[in-house]
């Protein structure tokens, strides 16, 4: 509806309802407002959601992680190729993981800019996802011995090694 060369319009508001507006001056600063504070509560929460899904793949990493190591540890005692062959596949998925986290990790500081509390969560985030990885590489050489070295080997010596092993791991 055009009055007086001025456009009359409105917008849907989730408080008001349908609010009518009339862009000249003030009215029409107000509309951009809302609209920048509705993108910005919308943005706000896509940033939170990537936020929590970087830690759920940060946990997700460590329980493959654990894993690996009580896998590697038991193939190492038992001698067991199985386990040791297990074991290495999480080591892979652990690398996979830890690329997702990176990646993540960086775009975020990259676009948007986070301020100090989420800049310390996504650099510590990055931190301990490094370790986690290294430890991940430590399951898998363990494995890798027991599947190369060891493989006609007799094991029974190491069991003592069992019992701290498992306290290690929780």
């Given at each position: 509806?055009?009055?007086?060369s001025?456009?009359?319009?409105?917008?849907?508001?989730?408080?008001?309802?349908?609010?009518f507006l009339?862009f000249?001056?003030?009215?029409?600063?107000?509309f951009?407002?809302?609209?920048?504070?509705?993108?910005?509560m919308?943005e706000?929460k896509?940033?939170?959601?990537?936020?929590?899904?970087?830690k759920?793949?940060?946990l997700?990493?460590g329980?493959?992680?654990?894993?690996?190591?009580?896998?590697?540890?038991?193939?190492?005692?038992?001698?067991?190729?199985?386990?040791?062959?297990?074991?290495?596949s999480?080591?892979k998925?652990?690398d996979?993981?830890?690329?997702?986290?990176?990646?993540r990790?960086?775009?975020?500081?990259?676009t948007?800019?986070?301020?100090?509390?989420?800049?310390?969560?996504?650099?510590?985030?990055?931190?301990?996802?490094?370790?986690?990885?290294?430890?991940?590489?430590?399951?898998n050489?363990?494995a890798?011995?027991?599947q190369?070295?060891?493989?006609?080997?007799d094991?029974s010596?190491?069991?003592?090694?069992?019992a701290?092993?498992?306290?290690?791991a929780?």
């Amino acid at each position: 509806v055009k009055r007086n060369s001025r456009y009359v319009g409105g917008f849907l508001s989730p408080v008001r309802g349908f609010v009518f507006l009339s862009f000249d001056g003030k009215t029409r600063n107000l509309f951009k407002l809302f609209l920048k504070e509705r993108v910005a509560m919308m943005e706000r929460k896509m940033y939170s959601e990537e936020l929590a899904g970087i830690k759920r793949l940060t946990l997700e990493m460590g329980q493959k992680t654990v894993e690996a190591v009580k896998l590697a540890a038991q193939a190492l005692i038992a001698n067991d190729q199985e386990a040791a062959a297990r074991a290495r596949s999480l080591e892979k998925e652990v690398d996979d993981i830890y690329r997702q986290i990176d990646d993540r990790c960086i775009v975020s500081i990259a676009t948007q800019q986070p301020m100090a509390g989420d800049l310390r969560f996504l650099v510590s985030t990055l931190k301990i996802a490094t370790e986690i990885e290294r430890i991940a590489d430590y399951a898998n050489n363990i494995a890798k011995m027991v599947q190369k070295k060891f493989a006609h080997e007799d094991m029974s010596p190491i069991e003592s090694m069992k019992a701290s092993v498992d306290i290690m791991a929780r």
